[in-house]
Each structure stands twice: as structure tokens, then as C-alpha cells.
């Protein structure tokens, strides 16, 4: 069981930067690996970034390559999301949710509200 908390959202301003964070607790945090998800306002939820377990196999969708980055610190059991050159499409509630089997997510967070304004 892992439980997942989101925290540093925020409204920005177009071209600025927000580090998200996710805080786990579970004893099982540091064998899962852990995805970033949004969904903006009558959108579907989207994949954004994904880390594996150990901190490797960073991936991400085309939309926030270069942009965004997933890192993690097992040792504080949290996964990070550094957001760079945040646009207005990036608007939305960004979720962290833990992998349980390969493309399966099943523990996910309450979501932080991200607010990019033009």
C-alpha cells in the first residue's frame, strides 16, 4: 500500500518554473515506479513523466520534453517534477500515481492545482 501526496502547485505566469512534489508513505514506495498525470478542465487525463523505481528510465511525453523533469529521492521517500518555460496548456491538475504492474497505476494522489496564465 502506498499513500501519494501532491504539493507545489501554484498560478504562474507564462515562461516561469514550479517544482512539483509528490510525498509518499508505505513501505513499498521505493519498488514502484512512479508517474506525474494531468488533466485540464474537459480534457481527458494525459501522461506526462514517468521514473522507474531506482531513479532511471526517465520518460516523458513530447509535449513537456525539454521542459519538465522527473527525478526522486527514495531516502525522503518523494518524486519531483521540475516544470521549466511553463505555457498556458500546461494548466491543469497534476497527479502522481504508482505503478503496481507494467502501464498499471493504482495508488494515486489528491492532485495539485497548476495555473499557467498568458
Known amino acids: 500500500q502506498v499513500q501519494l501526496v501532491e504539493s507545489g502547485g501554484g498560478l504562474v505566469q507564462a515562461g516561469d518554473s514550479l517544482r512539483l512534489s509528490c510525498a509518499a508513505s508505505g513501505p513499498t514506495f521505493s519498488t514502484h515506479n512512479i508517474g506525474w498525470f494531468r488533466q485540464a478542465p474537459g480534457k481527458e487525463r494525459e501522461f506526462v513523466a514517468a521514473?522507474?523505481?531506482?531513479?532511471?528510465?526517465?520518460y516523458y511525453v513530447d509535449s513537456v520534453k525539454g521542459r519538465f523533469t522527473i527525478s526522486r529521492d527514495n531516502a525522503k521517500n518523494t518524486v519531483y517534477l521540475q516544470m521549466n518555460s511553463l505555457k498556458p496548456e500546461d494548466t491543469a491538475v497534476y497527479y502522481c500515481?504508482?505503478?503496481?504492474?507494467?502501464?498499471?497505476?493504482?495508488?494515486w494522489g489528491q492532485g495539485t492545482q497548476v495555473t499557467v496564465s498568458s
Open positions: 521514473i522507474g523505481w531506482s531513479g532511471g528510465n526517465p
Open positions: 500515481a504508482a505503478e503496481t504492474t507494467p502501464t498499471e497505476y493504482d495508488y
